[in-house]
């Protein structure tokens, strides 16, 4: 029996032309074999590490399981003079997504035009491709985009609003989606309404009450995060997007899945949703520049591009990607971070995650009350993101001091309602760099912050 070691070595054997077969009819394994993946002897022995998807005991030890994810550790080329536990922002690629970048972009100034036009943008139908059948949804509903800014900014500026309609998110909606939104209120005249949920919340019945209360006759459109960025809260989309399709002859439902995607295991297709943008490059370490834009089929012909496309493209998921002379390389590479995500596996990446984040929360919570959570640790309404206060000390002080101090890499978050440390560790981060953040912050709450 062919074990995944020996698959992703097959894999690591087949020349970049077979990039050009056309993927129509190919099975997921043959549209894998697709990516021109280099022979890395890492991703080989990782793919080969065995452990059980469907038996959660065996996925639990799989995410202890130290000398697993050191050799994960080692297919990034990461500083380690320093921490940076500000994965949710960007993550660093692997190896061999960094040298794909390379090798495309090598192959592309040999003979510029017609290399990136001819050879390689074609390409993109396998990267295309590949995406789908791994979060289980049509080809022809994927768009490759730059970042889930462009993705859902092509949502928010592609429907026809009038004076007066209402759009409806939360107050921790990313501020780049509130200002997309509040331009077209100074713009247009609709109306931005943002409403408080808890935090953190673990009633999802809640979530989708708060949002059905403030709907009115005149709302026309609901923006919700998969993941709220600020504190890591995954919210109920599944559930969201059915109460809205009862309301006002069916509210549409854009979902910010930026924090989503390859953080943790699911598939598109069980959201239900119609419209979901994503950044590649944080949870799939997928090169930076690198986004997603799911529009299910039925509803592509009805939503403009953000740049003009030819009406003979008003049906095609690629009039989403008319931006005009890019470079194809990020885009090819996305193939070699999907193949480093699947050798990991999903469910293993996911428990792995949440382990990273329980080794330091759970300690630094159980060593001073003056800890608060901001984030819940109950499984199915968090990941790999955790928002942490020390009450008393100044967020963005503390944040300075451990970047200063200890070369500890943080994102203070001061939001209205709440306030606290983002931090975000990733599939490469270790645990003696997550026992100094511990130790680090357990200093500042035992001597306080040093005087400035």
């Known amino acids: 029996m062919e074990t995944r070691r020996d698959f992703l070595g097959s894999i690591a054997a087949l020349p970049a032309a077979a990039a050009l077969v056309g993927p129509a009819a190919a099975s997921r394994a043959t549209l894998a074999a697709m990516a021109p993946t280099p022979g890395h002897g890492l991703l080989a022995e990782i793919a080969g590490t065995p452990y059980d998807a469907s038996d959660p005991a065996s996925i639990e030890a799989a995410a202890r399981d130290e000398d697993f994810w050191m050799t994960v550790q080692q297919a990034f080329t990461v500083d380690r003079s320093m921490v940076n536990f500000n994965n949710g922002g960007v993550s660093p690629s692997p190896r061999l997504v960094q040298d794909a970048v390379k090798r495309h972009m090598d192959f592309s100034n040999n003979a510029t035009a017609y290399t990136m036009w001819r050879i390689l943008e074609p390409q993109r139908e396998t990267v295309r491709q590949r995406l789908a059948l791994e979060w289980n ?4 509903e994927v768009a490759v985009t730059r970042n889930s800014s462009e993705s859902l900014q092509i949502c928010q500026q592609g429907f026809d609003l009038e004076p007066g309609d209402e759009v409806l998110t939360t107050t921790q909606d990313y501020p780049r989606m509130l200002t997309t939104f509040k331009q077209r209120e100074r713009r247009e005249k ?8 808890p935090v953190p919340c673990e009633d999802p019945a809640a979530i989708v009450r708060a949002f059905e209360d403030a709907i009115t006759p005149r709302t026309r459109l609901i923006l919700a995060c998969h993941v709220i960025n600020l504190t890591g809260q995954i919210m109920p989309i599944r559930e969201l997007v059915a109460m809205a399709r009862t309301k006002n002859g069916g509210i549409p439902v854009i979902v910010d899945g930026a924090h989503a995607l390859a953080q943790f295991d699911f598939k598109l297709s069980d959201l239900g ?4 943008g994503v ?11 690198t986004g997603l834009l799911y529009v299910r089929r039925d509803r592509i012909e009805t939503l403009w591009p953000l740049m003009a496309a030819d009406e003979k493209q008003n049906a095609d998921i690629r009039k989403f990607e008319e931006i005009g002379t890019h470079p194809a390389a990020p885009f090819l590479a996305i193939a070699e971070a999907l193949t480093f995500h699947q050798a990991i596996g999903g469910k293993r990446k996911e428990a792995r995650l949440r382990h990273l984040r329980d080794s330091w929360a759970r300690p630094l919570m159980e060593a001073s009350s003056r800890v608060r959570l901001h984030t819940s640790l109950k499984p199915g309404f968090s990941c790999a993101i955790g928002n942490v206060q020390v009450e008393g000390v100044d967020t963005e002080k503390l944040a300075a001091h451990l970047w200063e101090k200890h070369k500890i890499y943080v994102i203070p978050i001061k939001h209205a309602e ?5 931090v975000t560790p990733s599939v490469y981060s270790t645990m003696e760099e997550i026992h100094r953040f511990v130790d680090a912050v357990l200093g500042v709450i035992k001597n306080g912050l040093p005087a400035s």
């Open 137 to 140: 949804v049509d080809a022809e």
């Open 279 to 289: 950044s590649l490059h944080k949870w799939l370490a997928a090169p930076h520049g």
């Open 418 to 422: 709440f306030e606290g440390l983002r």
């Open 190 to 197: 609709i109306k931005l309404v943002e409403i408080k949920i």
């Open 273 to 276: 949703c119609d419209y979901y």
